[in-house]
């Protein structure tokens, strides 16, 4: 199948789709598969859990005033679980990769399960204004989150992606989705209740695949959002790799020791990056991270 995005003038586009910009990616071969479920199998892995993972429940009279602030909101997050943040900053409700569901599989009576209920359930979420989707593997993409959010009272939320997911929102009948290459950027205009706030793609070291036959067909990658209160990095799924030196030169002239520096809150992932011979190529460590 054609990429029908291909820029021959960019280095991770491919006439069949994407890659990444350091370490290509390859898919395991049979024989590291098995020596990974070999050694998992002989450690026991994964080991079950012995106690119960602490909670805390959510300041839900917090999160729903600030809410509704408008441009007097004060910037703050909100873990729900997994890679799903509830971001407040700028006036508006950001929502990362949003996973509500209890397995994250291609059906729910099947597939990886997860131990802990979401912080805040779908009912208990705020109005969301944007949806930032990282990329398309199940613990990130997950359909029924995802129609849920598009039917949300008061309108569907801006579902901002990377190229290569706007015909699947459309097969569902979403379609207030904007697809942005890697260092493209997509503004969210000034209203009377929020601020203006470019959102840019950043690159990440990861791939992508929604069934067998589809791998690197769409892209992944993180998320710069640059609100004049809080400039917030959402990583997605990621190796530790020079692209984020590429990302701390891109917004440099943004981000100067006289602007107040960096980055004010870093979402990075750190599931899934042991043995490392299998993982570092896709996921960060604690280290890393």
Known sequence: MKNRYYNPAKKHHRPDGFQNN??????????????????????????????????????????????????????????????????????LNILTDPVFSDR??????????????????????????????????????????????????????????????????????????????????????ATERSARIPVTLTPSQHWSARTATDALRSLWGGFAVMSPDCHLFFAGDTAYSKDFVDIRQHFAREQTPESGGGFDMALLPIGAYEPRWFMKDQHVNPDEA
Not at 118 to 147: C, F, R, T, W
Request: aromatic share 10%; glycine share 8%; with cysteine.
């Open 104 to 189: 994250c599989f291609p059906v729910q009576w099947a597939g990886p399960k997860r131990q802990t209920p979401p912080g805040l359930s779908l009912a208990q979420l705020p109005h969301i204004d944007v949806v930032l989707l990282s990329h398309n593997h199940y613990d990130h993409m997950d359909e029924g989150s995802l129609l849920a959010l598009s039917k949300q009272t008061g309108g569907s939320p801006l579902f901002i992606t990377p190229l290569g997911h706007k015909h699947w929102f459309a097969q569902r009948g979403i379609h207030h989705v904007i697809e942005l290459d890697w260092w493209d950027t997509h503004v969210l205009p």
């Open 22 to 91: 350091y370490i290509s990616f390859r898919g395991k071969r049979w024989h590291e598969i098995l020596r990974w479920r070999w050694q998992a199998w002989r450690a026991g892995h994964p080991r079950p859990i012995a106690t119960p993972i602490p909670v805390v429940a959510p300041d839900l009279n917090f999160i729903g005033a600030n809410a509704k602030a408008g441009l007097s909101m004060q910037p703050a997050v909100t873990w729900i679980g997994h890679i799903t943040v509830l971001a407040q900053i700028g006036g």
